[in-house]
């Protein structure tokens, strides 16, 4: 299944992601939290969704830097405007 987002293709069925024209193979963590964004680009997701949805498992304070590190991962990798930080609530696609 592919999800698309303006120029941003993540590709499941081939674990891969495109974004203007370049292909970015990505740790296994990193790509689930790229898809978990796409399948409702304009949706915030709170920290302690992504945790669930990722992890399987409640979020605590310590667990909780973890998105953020991923999340800046991601922005160095991709580019730094891809995902936008909704302060004190989490994370959603840029438009």
Do not use: C, Q
């Not at 302690?48 to 605590?60: A, D, S, V």
């Not at 991601?74 to 840029?94: Q, V």
């Amino acid at each position: 299944m592919r999800m698309i987002v303006g120029d941003l293709i993540v590709d499941r069925d081939e674990y891969l992601v495109y974004y203007k024209g370049n292909e970015f193979l990505l740790p296994r963590k990193e790509f689930e939290l790229l898809y978990l964004l796409s399948t409702s680009p304009k949706k915030v997701f709170t920290r302690e969704e992504i945790f669930r949805n990722i992890w399987h498992k409640e979020i605590t304070p310590f667990k909780g830097r973890t998105i953020d590190v991923h999340i800046r991962k991601l922005r160095s990798k991709i580019s730094k405007n891809l995902i936008i930080t909704i302060k004190g609530i989490g994370y959603r696609m840029a438009k």
